[in-house]
């Protein structure tokens, strides 16, 4: 079984700082990566996705990969409280056709004014 | 900016009974999939649909569960027999290219569906 595994949190940040959202996957030939944000009994909504290992930046996200550790992470810089919800990592599996997303559990995100 | 839509946002049935969740893509979009979230629970996979046809599905999608595009706008899942454990919000999303060319994945707001 493919798992994306992610700490459940919740993780708390203070309003204005860095908050630091990670993922691990087991399938190594997984090639995307995608960082979903879900507000409570909301849908997921796109926040970016990453393909290449090293740094993609967005605004005040950044999305980091490092396949060779099978690790993906997401900062939001400047954190607010709007942010506050809960962040899903999804990947693309290996197989060959393969093209349904698979999701963590989700690390639930608090800003504290 | 074009979105993916669901109705009804809130279906109630009782245990037994067959409902339909209906879902317009994105209109340019091929790929099209469900997911489901049990309340407190990870968005898990159900369903993918392309060129006409189911190209995978889980473990969930059972028997019990159909999907069709009966005209080129819908997309609808089918649940037969609606058991108690088949609460929870069921989200439609599509896709342009497939996550595998990345592309993301668009959701629409969801149907809650509670069985009694």
């Known amino acids: 079984q493919k798992e994306v595994e992610q700490n459940s949190g919740p993780l708390s940040v203070p309003e204005g700082a860095i908050a630091s959202l990670n993922c691990t996957y087991s399938?190594?030939?997984?090639?995307?990566f995608f960082w979903y944000r879900q507000y409570s009994g909301k849908s997921p909504e796109l926040i970016m996705f990453?393909?290449?290992?090293g740094d993609k930046e967005d605004g005040r996200f950044t999305a980091q990969l490092n396949k060779a550790s099978q690790y993906v992470s997401l900062l939001i810089r400047d954190s607010q409280p709007s942010d506050s919800a809960t962040y899903l990592c999804?990947?693309?599996?290996?197989?060959?056709?393969?093209?349904?997303?698979?999701f963590g559990t989700g690390t639930r995100l608090t800003i504290i004014p | 900016e074009p979105e993916v839509t669901q109705t009804p946002s809130h279906q109630v049935t009782q245990m037994g009974q067959e409902v339909i969740l209906r879902c317009v893509p994105i209109?340019?979009?091929?790929?099209f999939y469900w997911y489901r979230q049990i309340l407190g629970q990870k968005v898990e996979f159900l369903v993918s649909?392309?060129?006409?046809?189911?190209?995978?599905k889980s473990e969930i999608f059972d028997d019990q569960f159909s999907v069709e595009r009966p005209d080129g706008s819908n997309f609808t899942l089918k649940i037969r027999s609606t058991k108690l454990e088949d609460s929870a919000m069921y989200f439609c999303?599509?896709?342009?290219?497939?996550?595998?060319?990345?592309?993301?994945?668009?959701f629409g707001n969801g149907t809650r569906l509670t069985v009694t």
């Open positions: 990453i393909y290449s290992n």
């Open positions: 649909f392309y060129n006409n046809e189911i190209s995978e």
């Open positions: 209109s340019n979009h091929l790929y």
């Open positions: 399938d190594r030939g997984s090639q995307s």
């Open positions: 999804a990947s693309v599996g290996s197989n060959f056709g393969n093209e349904k997303l698979t």
């Open positions: 999303a599509s896709s342009d290219a497939g996550p595998g060319h990345n592309s993301p994945l668009h």
